[in-house]
């Protein structure tokens, strides 16, 4: 990824050269997407991937998992799945037998916990600490948000990306594990939020400026709506 220090929030300018793309859940299935980013002819010197969804799932696919999250013009969020793995690290390295317990807890997810060196797991953990916790796109204040999650319900975008930014534990809930309860209104202060797909959600949900990106390796093309039309 371009950022080498974690910020919580990320801001990009829109993109007026290439194209965006955004990708849900790719659960490990990295070969399957850098095979549709090749056959999209993905340029990173004009486009952009952006990823709401989960990325770890099994000991082969952890080099791979590296590889992407680290491949220019990729932009990764941090999902629920990546903090479990963070808090399991946040006092040091696990002991071997503690691993092997804990690594069932993530299901396939957590395989390689009890696969992988101590030189693996470091790698993908310091690669984690660099993901976002949402994203904004756009010139003078965000046009288009992406998160993992959700924005909690009655929050305007610039608030909760504010909150981020302080550590509320409302808001990081949000973003990492998205609301039980259906969204009903629009979040005001961006026209449209893409999320990572919630099997709870109904599709109806899409009234509002909510954009679900469904899991698998297909990239969603999208343009950010022109200056101006941010709703607030």
């Known amino acids: 990824m371009a950022n080498t220090t974690f910020q919580t929030v990320l801001n990009f300018p829109a993109n007026r050269q290439g194209r965006d793309f955004v990708v849900g859940d790719v659960c490990g299935e990295f070969e399957l997407l850098f095979r ?42 941090r999902t629920n799945i990546e903090q479990q793995l963070l808090d399991l690290f946040e006092e040091g390295e696990p002991d071997e037998a503690y691993l092997a317990d804990v690594a069932q807890t993530f299901g396939e997810a957590g395989a390689w916990l009890a696969e992988s060196s101590r030189a693996q797991r470091a790698q993908v953990v310091d ?26 319900v009655g929050m305007a975008w610039p608030e909760f990306t504010s909150r981020l930014a ?10 990492l594990w998205g609301n039980s309860k259906i969204p009903n209104e629009p979040v005001v202060g961006v026209n449209e939020v893409f999320v990572c797909y919630t099997p709870g959600w109904a599709l109806g949900y899409e009234r509002v400026n909510i954009r679900q990106v469904m899991p698998g390796t297909a990239l969603q093309l999208f343009q950010p709506a022109p200056v101006g039309l941010v709703k607030s």
């Open 166 to 175: 302080k550590g509320d534990e409302e808001s990081l809930s949000a973003a």
């Open 36 to 77: 549709q980013m090749s056959a999209l002819m993905f340029d990173p010197s004009k486009d952009r991937l952006f990823s709401v969804g989960h990325l770890i799932a099994s000991s082969w696919s952890m080099s791979q998992c590296i590889r992407f999250v680290r491949h220019p013009g990729v932009y990764a969020l």
């Open 127 to 152: 690669a984690m600490r660099m993901l976002p916790l949402a994203i904004g796109i756009g010139d003078r204040q965000p046009q288009v948000g992406l998160v993992h999650g959700s924005v909690p």
